[in-house]
């Protein structure tokens, strides 16, 4: 119920993985499950410490991205940085060493340090080609942080890239590319009832 309530009901979530974690809390799946409605719901303090229960539990490393991003929240970038140094990130497969490319450079952003941050996200993953799950995310990114750069330019091209390869609609990058382009959407339904409104006022008189 967690995983299925995560996205649409992140305070349904939480609220159930508070009674798993009544009657289960040695299960690693269920600190893990209570951690991730935790993040979900912003209380980084609570997910932070079930994903160390659960790291203790398992050994698995995994969730080493997540933890550095709790650390952020909490208002911690320094501590983050100090996690994407650490050992325990050449242990990660390619799927969460981007992740921790990403979340070390919202620190650096976290910091003031815009132009470290674009540096951070400059990789052979946003370079390559290729779409994996995580290319719209990391492109998405480097978008964002060369428009907080004031790079529009650079940025506009990156949010571009990122559309092509936002295959689920993961990022609102059409919509930040249409920002920059001056497009702006009008919604015709609205439009119609109005106009239809209007006409059955008209009538009415």
């Not at 650079?154 to 920002?179: C, P, Q």
Request: glycine share 8%.
């Amino acid at each position: 119920m967690v995983a299925r309530l995560l996205d649409e009901d992140p305070e349904g979530a939480y609220g159930y993985s508070r009674v798993a974690l009544r009657l289960a809390s040695r299960v690693a799946a269920v600190r893990e499950a209570a951690g991730f409605a935790s993040y979900a719901n912003q209380k980084y303090g609570e997910a932070l410490a079930e994903f160390r229960a659960a790291k203790r539990m398992t050994g698995n490393i995994d969730l080493w991205p997540v933890m550095a991003d709790c650390e952020r929240g909490l208002g911690r970038p320094e501590k983050a940085l100090d996690m994407a140094g650490a050992p325990e990130v050449h242990k990660l497969d390619k799927a969460g060493q981007v992740e921790m490319r990403l979340v070390a450079a919202g620190a650096r952003r976290d910091m003031g340090q815009l132009d470290a941050a674009i540096v951070t996200l400059q990789s052979p993953e946003l370079a390559a080609s290729s779409v994996q799950p995580w290319t719209a995310r990391l492109r998405y990114a480097y978008a964002d942080a060369l428009l907080a750069a004031g790079r529009e330019s650079e940025a506009r091209e990156w949010f571009a890239k990122a559309v092509e390869a936002d295959r689920d609609g993961s990022t609102d990058a059409s919509d930040r590319l249409a920002e920059l382009d001056g497009v702006e959407f009008v919604d015709a339904l609205s439009d119609d009832e109005a106009e239809g409104g209007d006409a059955a006022a008209e009538t009415e008189d």
